[in-house]
T-cell receptor, first 111, second 114 residues
Framework: QKEVEQNSGPLSVPEGAIASLNCTYS??????FFWYRQYSGKSPELIMS????GDKEDGRFTAQLNKASQYVSLLIRDSQPSDSATYLC???????????FGKGTRLHILP | KAGVTQTPRYLIKTRGQQVTLSCSPI?????VSWYQQTPGQGLQFLFE???????NKGNFPGRFSGRQFSNSRSEMNVSTLELGDSALYLC?????????????FGEGSRLTVL
């Protein structure tokens, strides 16, 4: 059974600090990885995608992928209260398969 | 460009009833997937459609069914509702024929079963 594991949190981070969210996946076949952000009462929104080992930066967000360790992370620099949300990690084995979501990590930025 | 539209947004049903949820994808998107989201189980994949064909299916009982029309709009149906079917049902569309993993979600239909 392919799985994506995340710590459910809540993860509390002071405003202005770096928030670090982690995710592991069980399927070595997965090639594509995504981070979705979901505000309370809203639907998930794609914020980052990463396909190769290493770091990918987009504004205050950095996604990191280590396929050998089957590990994906999301760093949020200069955390803002508006970053408070649930962050869903997702793995995508291939186009004929389905995306596997983790259960999400609740992030709370403390003003 | 309009996003993914789901109707109804909220509904309350009783056990044993059936429900139909609708999803209109982003204009030009031909692929639609459906998810059930509950606090305990997270996002669970229901099914995926492309050009009116079901391309993938999750591990849900036969009470859950879906279809896609020629205009790419999709519906899902749940028959003989159970209390455990209470959830947020999310529809997502993607633009490529092949799923790349980049999904655009609608606001969801929140179903409460009493």
């Amino acid at each position: 059974q392919k799985e994506v594991e995340q710590n459910s949190g809540p993860l509390s981070v002071p405003e202005g600090a770096i928030a670090s969210l982690n995710c592991t996946y069980s399927d070595r076949v997965s090639q594509s990885f995504f981070w979705y952000r979901q505000y309370s009462g809203k639907s998930p929104e794609l914020i980052m995608s990463i396909y190769s080992n290493g770091d990918k930066e987009d504004g205050r967000f950095t996604a990191q992928l280590n396929k050998a360790s089957q590990y994906v992370s999301l760093l949020i620099r200069d955390s803002q209260p508006s970053d408070s949300a649930t962050y869903l990690c997702a793995a995508f084995p291939n186009r004929d398969d389905k995306i596997i979501f983790g259960k999400g990590t609740r992030l709370h930025i403390l003003p | 460009k309009a996003g993914v539209t789901q109707t109804p947004r909220y509904l309350i049903k009783t056990r044993g009833q059936q429900v139909t949820l609708s999803c209109s994808p982003i204009s030009g998107h031909r692929s639609v997937s459906w998810y059930q989201q509950t606090p305990g189980q997270g996002l669970q994949f229901l099914f995926e459609y492309f050009s009116e064909t079901q391309r993938n299916k999750g591990n849900f009982p036969g009470r859950f069914s879906g279809r896609q029309f020629s205009n790419s709009r999709s519906e899902m149906n749940v028959s003989t509702l159970e209390l455990g079917d209470s959830a947020l049902y999310l529809c997502a569309s993607f633009g490529q024929p092949a799923n790349t993993g980049e999904l655009f979600f609608g606001e969801g239909s929140r179903l409460t079963v009493l």
